[in-house]
């Protein structure tokens, strides 16, 4: 079982920067790969970044490409997502997901996740 808390969103205008943050519970943090996904109101929940759990393999999205990172420390049971340039469409209610089996995969698939935190809320004013 895992349990996950994100942190670090907020308020933000475009072309701002913020770092969310997901803390997880457990004692096999690196045998999971762990995704941040996105729903925006109105939309269904999307993809956005995906680690390994031995932070060798990483997947964006295309939207997201060149503007966010992902990276995880396995020594703190963490994993991050580094945005910069945000943009308006950004807006969103972030996910942080863990993916059991994950070691050398970065999912994109929703369905892969098994594990889901409460969310929390980036809003990007233009």
């Known amino acids: 079982q895992v349990q996950l808390v994100e942190s670090g969103g907020g308020l933000v205008q475009a072309g701002g920067s913020l770092r969310l943050s997901c803390a997880a519970s457990g004692r096999t943090f690196s045998s999971y790969a762990m995704g941040w996904f996105r729903q925006a109101p109105g939309k269904e929940r999307e993809f956005v970044a995906a680690v390994s759990g031995n932070n060798g393999n990483t997947n964006y999205a295309d939207s997201v490409k060149g503007r966010f990172t992902i990276s995880r420390d396995n020594a703190k049971n963490t994993v991050y997502l580094q945005m910069n340039s945000l943009k308006p469409e950004d807006t969103a209610l972030y996910y942080c997901?863990?993916?059991?089996?994950?070691?050398?995969?970065?999912?994109?698939?929703?369905?892969?996740?098994?594990?889901w935190g409460q969310g929390t809320q980036v809003t990007v004013s233009s």
């Open positions: 997901s863990a993916s059991r089996g994950g070691f050398y995969r970065a999912p994109e698939a929703t369905h892969e996740y098994g594990y």
